[in-house]
């Protein structure tokens, strides 16, 4: 629109000492199929007076720069909420915050902020959100959605020759309800193998399990290649990031809500920590004790070398079901025993340790402690 006011300035000269219509019409014509402008249009634009654009009546600006100044403090004060949520604070802190000093503004700008709209807050503090998102994406910690794209999904095609991949989950020991803190197990399986190990902590944090991660990877006879965990933010964040990227491991997630792709952990869940602990709340330090002790010791070592494994040989459809097959069932340190990926010395110390153990006695050990344990939940029952 601007480059055709420019060429009507000329044309309208030409167009005014132009003596005869014919020559006003030849203009009107070459304009008009230059332009693409109706004829009576450009007619009324060359009479008009003024070819400027009229300047939009500016509204006297209601907010000040004193309200701008102590609604942008007050959205510090709260934790850089939203505009709906911030309408709602300044009608009832306004007040509050002038009588504790934190603001110091007359009545009149205290009142309207108490009128301010939820979308003018939002267009008042447009360039203050801007500088927050620049400052935090150079600082502060990721979102955990920012995580997930760098880390990538796998499903249950697993390589089983390869020893040294490991999935894990959390299972949780809350009862019927998870109000409160209670224990929670780490699992952790190595998929070529069926080797399992435990962990229980008090908590889900991430430093928590962190922690417990550590400590199940030292007690494990073979070298770790790879994790695989679910969505859980115990395990998508950048502790355990950062600590893969230094030890070289590989990094893997399962689909958002998707157990099956996590099936290797989700049978150990059941057969090692839920058939033995069962559904029960465990919410003190002295179930956590019993637990770990067990972990550590008389369950590992009873799953680990007396609980035949049987793995997936191949599977095919026939018809409308699924025909599978299994190889001959083995215990994890069997398994280990015949993988060519464990150093000769490894192998000497499990078998070792698998002469030295009696099943019937890790059995027994076992049974006493889990009677420990249910004691301790009934005391703390009548408590």
């Given at each position: 629109?601007?480059?055709?006011?420019?060429?009507?300035?000329?044309?309208?000269?030409?167009?005014?000492?132009s003596?005869?219509?014919?020559?006003?019409?030849?203009?009107?014509?070459?304009?008009?199929?230059?332009?693409?402008?109706?004829?009576?249009?450009?007619?009324?634009?060359?009479?008009?007076?003024?070819?400027?654009?009229?300047?939009?009546?500016?509204?006297?600006?209601?907010?000040?720069?004193?309200?701008?100044?102590?609604?942008?403090?007050?959205?510090?004060?709260?934790?850089?909420?939203?505009?709906?949520?911030?309408?709602?604070?300044?009608?009832?802190?306004?007040?509050?915050?002038?009588?504790?000093?934190?603001?110091?503004?007359?009545?009149?700008?205290?009142?309207?902020?108490?009128?301010?709209?939820?979308?003018?807050?939002?267009?008042?503090?447009?360039?203050?959100?801007?500088?927050?998102?620049?400052?935090?994406?150079?600082?502060?910690?990721?979102?955990?959605?920012?995580?997930?794209?760098k880390?990538?999904?796998?499903?249950?095609?697993?390589?089983t020759?390869?020893?040294?991949?490991?999935?894990?989950?959390m299972?949780?020991?809350?009862?019927?309800?998870?109000?409160?803190?209670?224990?929670?197990?780490?699992?952790?399986?190595?998929?070529?193998?069926?080797?399992?190990?435990?962990?229980?902590?008090?908590?889900?944090?991430?430093?928590?399990?962190?922690?417990?991660?550590?400590?199940?990877?030292?007690?494990?006879?073979?070298?770790?290649?790879?994790?695989?965990?679910?969505?859980?933010?115990?395990?998508?964040?950048?502790?355990?990031?950062?600590?893969?990227?230094?030890?070289?491991?590989?990094?893997?997630?399962?689909?958002?809500?998707?157990?099956?792709?996590?099936a290797?952990?989700?049978?150990?869940?059941?057969?090692?920590?839920?058939?033995v602990?069962?559904?029960?709340?465990?919410?003190?330090?002295?179930?956590?004790?019993?637990?770990?002790?067990?972990?550590?010791?008389?369950l590992?070592?009873?799953?680990?070398?007396?609980?035949?494994?049987?793995?997936?040989?191949?599977?095919?459809?026939?018809?409308?079901?699924?025909?599978?097959?299994?190889?001959?069932?083995?215990?994890?340190?069997?398994?280990?025993?015949?993988?060519?990926?464990?150093?000769?010395?490894?192998?000497?110390?499990?078998?070792?340790?698998?002469?030295?153990?009696?099943?019937?006695?890790?059995?027994r050990?076992?049974?006493?402690?889990?009677?420990?344990?249910?004691?301790?939940?009934?005391?703390?029952?009548?408590?």
């Open positions: 629109m601007h480059s055709r006011n420019e060429y009507l300035k000329v044309v309208k000269e030409r167009y005014f000492v003596r005869t219509k014919k020559e006003r019409s030849q203009i009107l014509d070459e304009y008009c199929s230059n332009t693409g402008q109706s004829r009576k249009y450009v007619i009324r634009k060359i009479h008009r007076a003024d070819l400027r654009p009229k300047q939009r009546k500016k509204r006297k600006e209601k907010y000040d720069g004193q309200v701008k100044a102590a609604l942008a403090k007050i959205w510090e004060i709260f934790d850089y909420p939203c505009g709906q949520r911030l309408k709602s604070l300044l009608e009832a802190e306004v007040d509050r915050l002038r009588g504790f000093g934190e603001i110091e503004i007359p009545k009149e700008a205290a009142l309207k902020l108490k009128m301010i709209s939820s979308a003018t807050i939002d267009r008042k503090l447009k360039h203050q959100r801007e500088f927050l998102r620049l400052s935090r994406s150079k600082s502060d910690p990721k979102p955990g959605y920012l995580l997930k794209q880390i990538p999904i796998r499903l249950t095609q697993w390589d020759s390869n020893v040294g991949y490991v999935e894990m989950d299972v949780v020991h809350c009862g019927s309800s998870s109000l409160g803190e209670y224990i929670n197990t780490l699992s952790v399986t190595e998929v070529s193998s069926g080797w399992w190990e435990g962990e229980a902590i008090m908590g889900r944090s991430q430093e928590h399990s962190f922690w417990a991660l550590r400590k199940i990877r030292e007690r494990t006879s073979f070298d770790w290649k790879g994790i695989d965990p679910d969505n859980g933010s115990e395990f998508i964040n950048q502790i355990l990031y950062k600590y893969c990227q230094r030890e070289k491991l590989e990094f893997t997630r399962s689909r958002p809500n998707r157990k099956n792709d996590n290797y952990i989700e049978q150990k869940n059941w057969t090692h920590v839920r058939k602990f069962g559904y029960l709340r465990y919410d003190t330090y002295e179930e956590l004790m019993i637990i770990n002790n067990l972990y550590h010791n008389e590992r070592l009873y799953k680990n070398f007396f609980q035949p494994v049987m793995k997936l040989a191949s599977k095919e459809r026939v018809g409308s079901s699924i025909k599978r097959k299994y190889d001959t069932p083995e215990t994890p340190y069997r398994r280990l025993m015949e993988s060519d990926q464990i150093p000769e010395e490894v192998k000497e110390e499990l078998e070792g340790i698998y002469l030295s153990l009696n099943p019937a006695q890790l059995k050990s076992i049974d006493t402690k889990l009677a420990k344990l249910y004691k301790a939940y009934e005391e703390k029952r009548r408590a």
